[in-house]
T-cell receptor
Framework: QVQLVESGGGVVQPGGSLRLSCAAS????????MHWVRQAPGKGLEWMAH????????YYADFVKGRFTVSSDTSSNTLFLQMNSLRADDTAVYYC???????????WGQGTLVVISS | QSALTQPPSASGSPGQSVAISCTGT?????????VSWYQHHPGKAPKLMIY???KRPSGVPDRFSGSKSGNTASLTVSGLQAEDEADYYC??????????FGGGTELTVL
């Protein structure tokens, strides 16, 4: 079955960097688009980025552009989120999700917690 | 993109029906039939309940249904059960490979 496992979260000082990973299994990773979504404490889900399976361009929400970068390694079926210049308001649980092919996020991981604090 | 508008809370007794609204604009909800709904129990992975406005993935009970009129989509949960108590989020494709979520609705089963 489809499984997505995020890792790499932790406590980082403001201005620091962090790289999150999302290990995918149970499906052909290269045939599906992927998303990153986050949820700040007490807040709702917030869409961050989409990596289509059929093109090299990655699409970002406006608040992400310039600080965060999405990439992938198809040899290890892993999606990455490189986060730079982190701020306190980036504190959140970060989820990766698989694109279901009908403009929906069909499968989700359990998330990894990122805390930005000095 | 601005978040879609959902009521912060909704409630109903077991067996009753409850509807959760999701209001956007002609650039997202009103412009595409690509509205989806997610159930989220805190600490767990969100779960897809409805996609393309009114389609249910395999395994989702038919007590869950979706609809859309203009810029507002709705999720209806019929025959409420205790396990339906969760946060529910709508989501819409917003064009140019962008998506937008609603603020979420906390559903309480009384």
């Amino acid at each position: 079955q489809v499984q997505l496992v995020e890792s790499g979260g932790g406590v980082v000082q403001p201005g620091g960097s962090l790289r999150l990973s999302c290990a995918a299994s149970g499906f052909t990773f290269s045939n599906y688009g992927m998303h990153w979504v986050r949820q700040a404490p007490g807040k709702g889900l917030e869409w961050m980025a989409h990596m289509p399976y059929h093109e090299d361009k990655i699409y970002y929400a406006d608040f992400v552009k310039g600080r965060f970068t999405v990439s992938s390694d198809t040899s290890s079926n892993t999606l990455f989120l490189q986060m730079n210049s982190l701020r306190a308001d980036d504190t959140a649980v970060y989820y990766c999700a698989r694109d279901g092919g009908h403009w929906e996020l069909s499968n989700w991981g359990q998330g990894t917690l990122v805390v930005i604090s000095s | 993109q601005s978040a879609l508008t959902q009521p912060p809370s909704a409630s109903g007794s077991p067996g009753q029906s409850v509807a959760i609204s999701c209001t956007g604009t002609s650039s997202d909800v009103g412009g595409y039939n690509y509205v989806s709904w997610y159930q989220h129990h805190p600490g767990k992975a969100p779960k897809l309940m409805i996609y393309e406005v009114n389609k249910r993935p395999s395994g989702v009970p038919d007590r869950f249904s979706g609809s859309k009129s203009g810029n507002t989509a709705s999720l209806t949960v019929s025959g409420l059960q205790a396990e339906d108590e969760a946060d529910y989020y709508c989501n819409s494709y917003a064009g140019n490979n962008n998506w937008v979520f609603g603020g979420g609705t906390e559903l309480t089963v009384l």
